[in-house]
Nanobody, 124 residues
Framework: QVQLVESGGGLVQTGGSLRLSCAAS????????MGWFRQAPGKEREFVAA????????NYADSVKGRFTISRDNTKITVYLQMNSLKPEDTAVYYC?????????????????WGQGTQVTVSS
């Protein structure tokens, strides 16, 4: 079992930055691929970024490449999403997710474990 708790969301102006954190519980955290997804009002949830258990592999949605960076610290059992150059279209609830399979997170986009979400609002 893995439990995930996100933090770091808030209100920021266009062009600003935020760093989201996802604290995980469970002794096997270091074996899980971690991902971030988001859901804007009236839209389907979409993939944002993922990182392999080792941290050596990452994957990003085209819409955030070059602006967002995913990272993890297995000693702190935490994954991060650094978001720079934020745009109003980045406004959404951001969810942390975990699965032992990289493909399940990145390709199938159906990870097993989900956090409760944190709101990010970018004002124009």
């Amino acid at each position: 079992q893995v439990q995930l708790v996100e933090s770091g969301g808030g209100l920021v102006q266009t062009g600003g930055s935020l760093r989201l954190s996802c604290a995980a519980s469970g002794r096997t955290f270091s074996t899980y691929t971690m991902g971030w997804f988001r859901q804007a009002p009236g839209k389907e949830r979409e993939f944002v970024a993922a990182i392999t258990w080792s941290g050596r592999g990452t994957n990003y949605a085209d819409s955030v490449k070059g602006r967002f960076t995913i990272s993890r610290d297995n000693t702190k059992i935490t994954v991060y999403l650094q978001m720079n150059s934020l745009k109003p279209e980045d406004t959404a609830v951001y969810y942390c997710a975990a699965d032992q399979s990289f493909n399940t997170v990145v390709v199938r986009r159906t990870p097993t474990y989900w956090g409760q979400g944190t709101q990010v609002t970018v004002s124009s």
